[in-house]
């Protein structure tokens, strides 16, 4: 090999390790380096299902506002929910031609709405993400919404998206949750026979034995509050009745079966108000014995 080769080959090599020093310092996108993208599977994407990576990367970049929150406290938590939430309308509003995601966007700042204590941005995106949702969010977005409208005592409002809450999966825990809330909030609007109804409806429903103690304690309590002690005694033997097969397994769910129990706010009060009955009722004879000299 002649001096000339030699030292053509020396500085190809050179040029060579520029070039890829420079590929590694600038990398360039596949797609512009003529490379073409693979084909879609018309599976869902790993991150948000088929919402698209532009938007998957927004959605990822809003909820890091969220995680960037953990253990703030105060008054710079609040402000960091409500830069979060106007990060998700703004990725509502940009693929507002997606359902998927605008429906997700909406329900997620609507919770940082809720979180900052901002009751009227959070139901406007509750209700937003009704409007565009394709059942995914129907439940926790309704749930969401009567929340809003029942802490600003619009109770017919919230009733009746409580309901839809309800509807959307009956026999769910947000379902039981939302039954007793249609009747704590005819209880709020002094509405004790539409109340009554709703507590009754609630034990009836009830999605399992535990949340039918819970649903027991709070039909007792109303009963109590009407001076109705037979009632709310039936409505605590209920619950006793319902967890019978569950105390009679041992377990954890025995355990907690049991500490529900014990738990009833219901039993405690019933008593409460027996006695003060009682006391009352023996005070009138004793000033009617009085009263007549005996």
Not at 22 to 38: E, N, R
Not at 51 to 65: H, V
Not at 142 to 169: C, H, P
Request: with cysteine; aromatic share 6%.
């Amino acid at each position: 090999m002649t001096r000339t080769e030699s030292e053509m080959i020396f500085l190809r090599n050179d040029i060579l390790r520029a070039l890829t020093l420079v590929s590694l310092l600038f990398p360039v996108p596949a797609t512009a380096q003529g490379d073409v993208p693979p084909p879609s599977t018309g599976g869902p994407s790993e991150s948000v299902g088929q919402e698209g990576g532009d938007s998957s990367a927004r959605l990822k970049q809003a909820a890091g506002l969220l995680e960037a929150l953990k253990g703030v406290r105060g008054a710079p938590r609040l402000e960091g929910m409500r830069k979060a939430a106007r990060a998700y309308v703004d990725v509502a509003q940009d693929f507002a031609g997606q359902a998927s995601v605008a429906a997700r966007a909406r329900y997620e700042a609507g919770e940082c709405f809720r979180k900052a204590g901002d009751l009227e941005p959070a139901a406007e995106q509750f209700s937003l993400c009704l409007e565009v949702d394709d059942g995914r969010y129907l439940q926790r977005a309704a749930f969401g919404l009567a929340d809003m409208q029942r802490r600003q005592e619009g109770y017919e409002a919230a009733i009746g998206n409580y309901r839809k809450a309800v509807e959307a999966s009956p026999d769910s825990a947000r379902a039981d949750e939302s039954r007793l809330w249609v009747a704590r909030c005819y209880e709020a609007w002094d509405k004790p026979e539409e109340a009554l109804a709703a507590y009754r409806d609630a034990v009836a429903n009830a999605s399992s034995p535990r949340r039918k103690v819970d649903a027991c304690d709070r039909l007792a309590m109303h009963l109590i509050k009407r001076g109705d002690f037979e009632g709310a005694g039936e409505a605590i033997r209920e619950a006793e009745t319902s967890a019978a097969a569950i105390l009679g397994t041992p377990g954890q769910d025995a355990d907690r079966m049991r500490k529900a129990l014990d738990g009833m706010t219901s039993r405690r009060a019933l008593q409460r108000a027996r006695d003060k009955a009682n006391d009352a009722s023996g005070d009138a004879i004793g000033l009617e014995q009085a009263r007549s000299g005996g």
